[in-house]
């Protein structure tokens, strides 16, 4: 007979996946797959840190380890330690008890348990998201019945901070709007405020009574200093009031997979984060019950350890060394080559993306006649590329911006 789902429509792929899709199936070997959030080594392979190796040969040596459930909020160490690792181990709010931390499902289950919560438990529901951002931000909001609306980031004719349009944008959210921000290596621009913006920006969210929720991401990988990257957070927890803090070890540990991360909420007083993870829990429970174990035990072991810990920083500085020297050689190949424009925006930008400039043409152009895959709003993750393939690349751009 008939489907039952026969009037169920076909969704579109989401884009990166489309285009994820379209460089898989593409056979040159000259192809660059530039439009993939994750680190590669300088052979295009993906990395597993040496330190992620060695927790993971404890772990499976460490016969008292079983597989029974976590509870609701994980595993308590791993929270302990995670929240100490983005507020810092001197942290007041830690020491005051007025933090909450739940292990989630990576950023993205943090994000969507902190959306959930504040739909339910926060009178406003209005959450105010960077244009442009990461392309999943907009899903987390709007699928628990928030109101997605935008504040001004990027300014076009710099390729840098739009900090007048961010500022006038928040001005006149409504007073308790949600905003949400990325701690730092903002995807996809590259582009983060500095300590100095940071602190005008923090003026006005406070003096408005705006809700600051942090998206963590890459602490870490943006500097190769743990504590330098997690500046802005400080910042705002310094003031003594309320945040909430979605933490990712996707990148920073190289867990993609394991679905590791963290939901930190800070509160004015230790009674109110007691409610608050109630809370949390009842979010969580009806949603997957509770968080697997592997990844946050990987996490828990070199976070604990300080040797390993000290393992992990390294290779965090060398992941953030090859993304740096990756920028110098793409805008001084560039440079070298007369491609017409200027590209030192390549250099100010941070992390593991730059918003290039290149417009879709210019990427359809590249995509066809030299096998660039990359998404179409000029976003390059730096990863992607090699000394090796950088001339490509830049053979690529030249033909693009010089085309007829
Ligand atoms: N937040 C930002 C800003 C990201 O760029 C990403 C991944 O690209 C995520 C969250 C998702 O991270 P996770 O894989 O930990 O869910």
Redesign the pocket.
């Known amino acids: 007979g008939e489907s039952a789902f026969s009037d169920v429509p076909l969704a579109p792929e989401p884009l990166v996946y489309a285009v994820m899709a379209a460089c898989r199936q593409d056979p040159s070997p000259l192809k660059l797959n530039l439009g993939i959030?994750v680190y590669r080594t300088e052979e295009g392979k993906p990395f597993v840190l040496n330190v992620v190796r060695r927790a993971e040969e404890l772990l499976v040596n460490d016969l008292s380890r079983d597989k029974e459930y976590l509870p609701i909020t994980g595993i308590p160490e791993f929270n302990e330690l995670s929240s100490k690792l983005i507020l810092g181990v001197e942290s007041p709010a830690i020491k005051e008890n007025r933090v909450t931390t739940v292990q989630c499902?990576?950023?993205?289950?943090?994000?969507r348990v902190g959306a959930e919560f504040l739909a339910k438990h926060y009178h406003q529901k209005s959450v105010y998201i960077p244009e442009p951002?990461?392309s999943?931000?907009p899903n987390f909001f709007s699928s628990v019945g928030l109101v997605v609306k935008t504040y001004r980031y990027y300014d076009l004719a710099t390729h840098g901070l739009d900090l007048q349009g961010l500022l006038e944008d928040l001005s006149s959210a409504p007073a308790g709007s949600i905003v949400l921000l990325?701690a730092c290596?903002?995807?996809p621009t590259g582009v983060d405020p500095t300590i100095q913006e940071w602190e005008q920006i923090r003026q006005l969210i406070r003096s408005n009574g705006l809700l600051p929720f942090f998206?963590s991401?890459?602490q870490g990988l943006v500097s190769g200093n743990l504590d330098a990257d997690a500046q802005s957070v400080r910042l705002f927890v310094a003031d003594g009031g309320e945040s909430l803090i979605?933490q990712?070890?996707?990148?920073n540990i190289g867990l993609?997979g394991e679905?590791?991360?963290a939901l930190i909420i800070v509160c004015k007083t230790a009674e109110v984060a007691i409610n608050v993870e109630s809370q949390l829990k009842l979010v969580i429970r009806p949603m997957y019950s509770n968080p697997p174990i592997h990844g946050a035990s990987i996490v828990t072991a070199i976070l604990k350890d300080r040797e390993m810990y000290n393992e992990w920083t390294s290779e965090l500085k060398k992941m953030k060394e090859r993304l740096v020297n990756i920028r110098q050689k793409l805008v001084n190949s560039l440079h070298d080559k007369g491609t017409p424009g200027d590209w030192s925006h390549i250099m100010r930008q941070v992390g593991m993306y730059s918003l290039s400039g290149l417009n879709q043409d210019q990427i359809a152009f590249m995509t066809k006649e030299y096998h660039i895959y990359m998404s179409s709003d000029g976003r390059i993750s730096m990863a992607g590329l090699s000394s090796k393939t950088v001339p490509h690349l830049v053979e690529a751009i030249h033909a693009a911006v010089t085309r007829a």
Not at 105 to 111: K, Q
Not at 248 to 251: D, Q, T
């Open positions: 959030g499902v990576a950023g993205c289950g943090s994000l951002t990461y999943n931000h990325q290596g903002h995807n998206d991401a890459y979605a990712s070890y996707s990148k993609y679905r590791v991360g």
